[in-house]
């Protein structure tokens, strides 16, 4: 029977095709790469340092644990864009997943970044997470227009949350969705199903 | 005439009548069979006695109710103890393995399979499956209906949004069961 929907083929808007797939601890070479080639630019407000072996431990070892999913985008074999999940398995929070998402400048444009976030908020909601969030910052325009498609809206603005690489500071956005009213539909209907009133 | 009477029972909000819903819509819509369900139910939504009668034939069915099941699908003790007595001797119970009891509960010639339903579906993110998770297992261990009908009854019959996990849930309990039989 049929578990998952990945891995798949991902036609992006250039023609070209991505394969998307769950990452392993057998990609963490090519994560290393992916996040190694991107620019400073590119990396001035992300919560971790990504490109070091220890970040990567880390990021693995939470993967092994079940409180980190990703799923990567691969173009030409090469890891081109990764969306991951973050969640705590215990305590008042375990019901929100925290989402993260980089897609390489070269492939910015074309659709990957929405394919994958799409990925693992689905997946996000098949393992019980009732509220997602994705945090952000004003200037990065193309990721707050990926969350809104998906049903994300701006819940709070913490003024100067966020400082960069290089010392500057912005204000952090939290992007929300809550996605239990998908769970609530099968609750409320196991406690009163008829099914001549079924409906979907 | 090969007709296969089916008791679904167990407690209200456990999704005893949707279980059985799917198994009559599988048989019926998707697998070309003759199908009848009948529900019972206590007053509360939540908490009470609750079972569903389903009997899948390969001919037109003139008396829908159960008198003496085939198979007994069970997520509550109370069920067994309720239904129980009602099993062909040469019957089969399928129940959930941390809800339901059956040792000392059933005649010797009865077969009695059981699955750790409560397990999978908290492993899988939500216990809100465990019906699915069952009606899996029924699917794979009776082998009465071909897996694609009893997907295309999940999914026909779940909410927008959930289909993923009540399939994983649906193939859970099938692989399950068939792994029991081999």
């Known amino acids: 029977m049929k578990n998952t929907e990945l891995p798949c083929i991902a036609r992006l808007r250039n023609g070209k095709s991505a394969t998307l797939a769950l990452a392993e601890a057998s990609d963490g070479a090519l994560l290393l790469e992916f996040y190694r080639s991107m620019s400073e630019e590119d990396r001035l407000v992300l919560k971790d340092d990504v490109t070091t072996a220890e970040w990567l431990d880390r990021f693995l070892a939470a993967l092994h644990r079940g409180e980190a999913l990703s799923v990567v985008g691969k173009l030409d074999g090469e890891i081109r864009g990764e969306a991951t999940l973050y969640r705590t398995l215990h305590g008042w929070a375990r019901h929100v997943g925290e989402i993260r998402l980089n897609v390489d400048r070269s492939a910015r444009g074309q659709g990957l970044g929405l394919e994958l976030a799409r990925h693992i908020v689905k997946l996000a909601i098949d393992r019980g997470i009732d509220k997602l969030v994705a945090h952000m910052v004003d200037s990065q325009i193309a990721a707050k227009r990926t969350f809104e498609k998906l049903g994300f809206h701006k819940e709070a603005e913490l003024p100067g949350h966020v400082k960069d690489i290089l010392g500057k500071k912005y204000d952090l956005l939290v992007y929300a969705n809550d996605v239990s009213y998908i769970w609530s539909a099968m609750e409320s209907m196991l406690g009163d199903f008829r099914p001549d009133r079924a409906t979907r | ?182």
């Open chain 2, 1 to 182: 005439m090969t007709k296969t009477e089916i008791r679904v029972g167990g407690l209200g909000g456990q999704g005893i009548i949707l279980c059985g819903s799917i198994i009559g819509k599988a048989a019926a819509i998707y697998a070309g069979k003759h199908a009848t369900m009948i529900q019972a139910f206590g007053p509360e939504a939540r908490g009470s006695a609750c079972s569903a009668q389903i009997i899948v034939s390969d001919e037109a069915i003139g008396y829908p109710y159960v008198r003496r099941p085939d198979v007994l699908v069970l997520m509550s003790q109370d069920a067994l103890i309720q239904f129980a007595p009602q099993i062909k001797p040469d019957g089969l119970v399928l129940h959930e393995e941390e809800l339901v009891q059956t040792a000392g509960k059933l005649p010797s010639t009865v077969r009695a399979l059981a699955i750790p339903a409560t397990r999978f579906a908290e492993e899988l993110g939500r216990r809100l499956v465990l019906n699915i998770v069952m009606v899996g297992f029924f699917a794979g261990a009776t082998g009465l209906l071909p897996q694609e009908a009893v997907e295309k009854a999940v999914l026909d019959s779940v909410p927008k949004g959930t289909e993923s996990l009540n399939l994983q849930a649906l193939g859970k309990g099938y692989d399950y069961g068939r792994a029991l039989l081999a």
